[in-house]
C-alpha cells in the first residue's frame, strides 16, 4: 500500500531564511508526486509535480523539489521565505488511482 | 489544465438529512475522484467515481452513506447521506487527466 510521511508537524521559519519541508514516500511502482499548498479556508493549490525526467522541479511562488528514488524522498524547497507562505503544506503520491496525502506540514513565518 | 467548479462552497445541514455535491469540469477527465478532509487533518481518497458504473470505494466508506455519480466524463456528484455531525469535513472532488486538477471543496458543516 502507498503510503506518505511528513515528519514534521509543524515549522517555523523567519522570513528571508531558507526553507525544507521533508516528504518521504512508499509506493510499488513509479510514483508521480505531488506537493500542494492550503491556506487558511482555502482549496489546495498545485506548487509542483515530478512525473519523470529531471528530479529537480521547478514549482510555482519559487518553489522547488528534489527526487531521490534511493531515500524514496520528494523534500521541497525555497531559498527564502515571505509571510505569505505561512500555509499548510501537503506532500501527496499516486498514479491515476488517485492520490495518498502526508498528513501536511504547518509553515509558520515569523517576521 | 482541467478546471473544475464545485458546488456548494459550504453549507450548513441537519442531522439525519443528505446533502448532495456536484463538480462540473470544463473538459473531459479520465477518472475523477472525491475526498474528505476532516478539521484539522489531511485528505482522504473516499471513491473513484467512474463513469456509467458504480463508484470504487476505499476501506472505510460506503455507497449507502456516499452514493457517487457520474453520468458523463465532465461531471459528478457525491451525496453525504444521513448526515451526522461526525460528517463535518471538507470535501473535494479531482479530475485527473495527464495531472490532477481539485475543485474549491464544499465545507459542511452538520448541527
Known amino acids: 500500500a502507498q503510503s506518505v510521511t511528513q515528519p514534521d508537524i509543524h515549522i517555523t521559519v523567519s522570513e528571508g531564511a531558507s526553507l525544507e519541508l521533508r516528504c518521504n514516500y512508499s509506493?510499488?511502482?513509479?510514483?508521480?508526486l505531488f506537493w500542494y499548498v492550503q491556506s487558511p479556508g482555502q482549496g489546495l493549490q498545485l506548487l509542483l509535480k515530478y512525473f519523470s525526467g529531471d528530479t529537480l522541479v521547478q514549482g510555482i511562488k519559487g518553489f522547488e523539489a528534489e527526487f531521490k528514488r534511493s531515500q524514496s524522498s520528494f523534500n521541497l524547497r525555497k531559498p527564502s521565505v515571505h509571510w505569505s507562505d505561512a500555509a499548510e503544506y501537503f506532500c501527496?503520491?499516486?498514479?491515476?488511482?488517485?492520490?495518498?496525502f502526508g498528513k501536511g506540514t504547518h509553515l509558520i513565518i515569523q517576521p | 489544465s482541467a478546471v473544475i467548479s464545485q458546488k456548494p462552497s459550504r453549507d450548513i445541514c441537519q442531522r439525519g438529512t443528505s446533502l448532495t455535491i456536484q463538480c462540473q469540469v470544463d473538459s473531459q477527465v479520465t477518472m475523477m475522484f472525491w475526498y474528505r478532509q476532516q478539521p484539522g487533518q489531511s485528505l482522504t481518497l473516499i471513491a473513484t467515481?467512474?463513469?456509467?458504473?458504480?463508484?470504487?470505494?476505499e476501506s472505510g466508506f460506503v455507497i449507502d452513506k456516499f452514493p457517487i455519480s457520474r453520468p458523463n466524463l465532465t461531471f459528478s456528484t457525491l451525496t453525504v447521506s444521513n448526515m451526522s455531525p461526525e460528517d463535518s469535513s471538507i470535501y473535494l472532488c479531482?479530475?485527473?487527466?495527464?495531472?490532477?486538477?481539485f475543485g474549491s471543496g464544499t465545507r459542511l458543516t452538520v448541527v
Open positions: 501527496a503520491v499516486g498514479g491515476a488511482d488517485g492520490l495518498t
Open positions: 509506493y510499488g511502482a513509479t510514483p508521480y
Open positions: 479531482s479530475g485527473y487527466s495527464y495531472g490532477y486538477t
Open positions: 467515481a467512474n463513469q456509467g458504473s458504480e463508484a470504487t470505494y
